[in-house]
């Protein structure tokens, strides 16, 4: 029942990143990703950021 719940919300929250967010430009480049979850291109200022959301800036 929990991880049925937990599904449920888990993709319903909003994973993104927000300005001043510590993991912006913080991340690993791996030339072969160019894209995030959403499709968004990667990286998209500075460097790439940590997570597979990439912030738009």
């Not at 929250?13 to 990703?33: C, S």
């Not at 979850?37 to 990667?42: E, I, L, S, T």
């Amino acid at each position: 029942m929990f991880l049925q719940q937990f599904r449920c919300c888990a993709f319903k929250k909003n994973n993104r990143l927000t300005p001043g967010n510590r993991a912006i430009d913080a991340g690993y480049p791996f030339p072969e990703v160019t894209e995030d979850f959403f499709g968004n291109p990667r990286p998209s200022g500075k460097g790439v950021d940590v997570g597979a959301v990439e912030y738009q800036q």
